[in-house]
């Protein structure tokens, strides 16, 4: 029982602490046990008795809640048969034969973009709401009972303007007349409305033809279905009245349009704002009219006519959706007989009583859990207690001499142990402390050995080691040697093959008589520039050598930076403007003073700006920078070329680089430009960067200086 896995004996302190461990703590386990399982009991049976419960008073809370919502939606579809009766009212006034006012007929021009006559823009005020009649052609002119029945009209702007302020459901409210036309409020000004292939009269759509179906004699409104707008509103729907003379003749249509959007946000979304369920609304056809967003998925694969069918009308029922429970509420809204629903899963609706026992739970169990750990604890306390007694007497001195054994074991010699109080453990103690003695004694002589060994091993060793760095040193700068040989052969072989071919080719053309003595003279110039070409390539291979390994010195000197920079740019700008070129100069900053051999920086300057003249088209402008920032100086030359692609950057300061030969080979060049300019940058402790326009368009090429200190009474030179 106390014995490990391999067979080895445990340590009795350890022994003696788990023998009473057990002893103590497992009646204590048993007993938590037997408590967790009747507390767990309890609860749960309590958890069903509420669930129960409370299941009646939350349905009877919904149903009280979609009973609220539906007056509610009732009362907000009743404002707005009111603002269309009160139109109604108002125009059925005006259109009265014995108390019309006196309004002049409106005058209509044709605008061929909105396919119909307007007002003219000079008489129109859009604010105080707009009048039109569609007209494909244009070729039908508007009648004079027309023109006098809409100047009428527009009369009902304040009743229009005080509904669409009030009732935020409504998104327009209009008169339509019996041969076409409308005045509407307020002017739509949302996006452009599609081309329709044909316009049709506004007499034809629903909102005009359900108006119809209301005799002279009611009082009534009627609501159209759901319809998709002829302006890009979207879905919506219309409450519409007719409006008769005292003659009981048709006069018109007034209307008031409710978008599915605006009535689902200011109503259903209002009503119904919780997440968990989703409220709806259908027509008396079982037809969906509007829902909350959150919803439409699950609404997409329900049978809405039979879950709503007539015979579940102001009903609750608690049915499978989707594979889950849920709660069914439905009511009917007086004012047009449509249906309002509302679905909630059901463990939404008893989540809050779950949550609560749940709670109660697990608070009684952490209780009781924390009241057994502390008796645990408690007991557990006593026994370490009683443990660490009895090992103090019995298996400390033990302990003290197993660790002294180890310690010599690990090259460490520990002080005299000290008498115990037991005559037999005393003398154990004294043999071991003589042992100890003799071992260190031969222990030091053993480490002077090893001492004076591993001295000479390291002398030779650091030998062996810097012989071997050096030769490793040598061999790479052999190796780098080699590897630039081949190289710079090789970009010679290249750079010199073509114009002395072209030069031995003109003087064989010469000797043979290919060419006549009268050309000889243009074959001659074309031989000297071509020797001319291998001049100067020769003279910037041995510049860019002397560079590289330092034997051209520069000499230093203090600049000036801002005068220096404006003395170049004038001497450039005199140039430039002969060749008719754009030439920008620009400048930030104050002056700073530079230490720096002048000609070696003008000629980097002068080098990117012949690249800038040489790779960019004649009329593209080029511009020289001044910048100074901070301990540095910048100077840029900015090009509106081709640019150098983002891959090849890294790579253009090589020696005989030249970006996409094949496209550049007319342009004349070394390709070792660029890698002078670096050594320069570099000879004088700056460097030398090029970067891609944020245009998209050239490059702009930038040497950074680092700013020296300011000169006392040496002397100042600038260039």
Request: glycine share 6%.
């Amino acid at each position: 029982m106390f014995r490990s896995r391999k067979g080895r004996p445990r340590a009795f302190a350890l022994q003696l602490l788990m023998g009473m461990l057990i002893v103590a703590l497992v009646p204590l386990l048993l007993l938590s046990t037997l408590a967790g399982q009747t507390v767990r009991s309890q609860l749960t049976e309590m958890n069903a008795r509420s669930a129960a419960i409370t299941e009646q008073n939350y349905i009877r809370m919904y149903e009280t809640n979609i009973e609220q919502q539906a007056k509610a939606i009732n009362a907000e579809l009743r404002k707005v048969e009111d603002a269309v009766l009160m139109a109604k009212a108002m125009a059925e006034s005006i259109f009265r034969s014995d108390h019309q006012p006196v309004v002049q007929p409106l005058s209509f021009v044709y605008d061929s973009q909105r396919k119909g006559f307007v007002e003219p823009s000079d008489k129109a005020d859009p604010r105080l709401g707009t009048v039109g009649i569609r007209d494909e052609s244009g070729r039908k002119r508007p009648t004079a009972v027309q023109a006098y029945d809409l100047s009428l009209a527009k009369s009902l702007y304040p009743v229009f303007r005080s509904a669409t302020s009030r009732n935020p459901t409504i998104v327009a409210m209009y008169y339509i007349h019996p041969l076409d036309g409308s005045f509407f409020y307020p002017e739509y000004d949302g996006p452009e409305a599609p081309v329709q292939p044909r316009i049709k009269p506004l007499t034809s759509y629903p909102f005009y033809t359900a108006a119809l179906n209301v005799p002279p004699s009611e009082e009534r409104v009627i609501w159209t279905e759901p319809y998709y707008d002829i302006t890009p509103r979207g879905w919506m729907f219309t409450a519409t009245a007719p409006v008769y003379d005292e003659r009981r003749v048709l006069k018109g249509v007034v209307a008031a349009d409710v978008t599915i959007e605006r009535f689902v946000g200011n109503v259903l979304d209002t009503s119904f704002h919780g997440g968990d369920g989703y409220a709806l609304l259908l027509d008396q056809q079982s037809g969906l009219i509007a829902a909350q967003k959150h919803g439409g998925e699950e609404l997409a694969t329900l049978d809405l006519a039979t879950l709503f069918a007539p015979q579940y009308d102001n009903s609750f029922r608690s049915m499978r959706l989707g594979g889950k429970p849920q709660a069914v509420f439905s009511r009917t809204i007086p004012a047009t007989s449509w249906v309002l629903g509302y679905i909630v899963p059901e463990q939404k609706m008893l989540e809050p009583v779950y949550s609560a026992t749940s709670a109660v739970a697990e608070t009684t169990k952490k209780k009781l859990f924390f009241q057994l750990a502390g008796l645990g604890g408690l007991a557990s306390c006593i026994c370490i207690l009683l443990a660490f007694y009895l090992r103090a007497k019995i298996v400390r001195p033990v302990q003290s001499l197993t660790n002294a054994f180890t310690e010599v074991g690990g090259g460490m010699f520990p002080q005299k142990l000290h008498d115990t109080g037991s005559l037999e453990f005393n003398r154990l103690l004294h043999a071991f402390n003589r042992m100890t003695d003799q071992i260190r004694e031969l222990m030091e002589q053993q480490v002077q050995h090893n001492q004076q060994l591993e001295h000479k091993v390291e002398l030779r060793t650091e030998e062996l080691s810097a012989m071997n760095r050096e030769l490793e040193l040598r061999v790479d700068e052999l190796l780098r040697i080699e590897n630039w040989r081949k190289e710079l052969f090789m970009n010679i072989s290249h750079d010199l093959k073509t114009p002395i071919t072209l030069i031995r080719g003109y003087i064989e053309a010469i000797q043979d008589g290919t060419i006549p003595p009268q050309s000889t003279s243009v074959f001659l110039e074309r031989i000297y520039e071509g020797i001319q070409t291998i001049t100067r390539f020769v003279k910037h291979l041995t510049e860019l050598s002397l560079l590289e390994t330092r034997q051209t010195k520069a000499v230093m000197a203090e600049l000036d930076a801002e005068r220096f920079f404006l003395q170049l740019a004038e001497k450039w700008k005199a140039y430039l403007t002969l060749e008719n070129r754009p030439f920008h100069i620009q400048r930030s900053g104050g002056s700073a003073w530079l230490s720096g051999d002048a000609d070696m920086i003008e000629r980097v300057i002068g080098n990117l700006l012949e690249n800038a003249i040489k790779y960019s088209d004649a009329s593209a402008p080029i511009t020289l920078r001044y910048e100074q920032d901070g301990g540095v100086v910048r100077y840029h030359v900015t090009d509106n070329g081709n640019g150098i692609p983002e891959k090849e950057m890294p790579l253009i300061f090589q020696s005989f680089y030249r970006v996409d030969r094949s496209r550049n080979s007319h342009i004349p060049g070394s390709g070792l430009g660029l890698s002078i300019a670096k050594e320069i940058a570099d000879i004088h402790g700056g460097e030398l960067t090029v970067k891609r326009n944020p245009s998209g368009v050239g490059c702009t090429f930038t040497l950074v200086l680092p700013i020296a200190e300011a000169p006392s009474s040496r002397q100042r030179l600038a260039q």
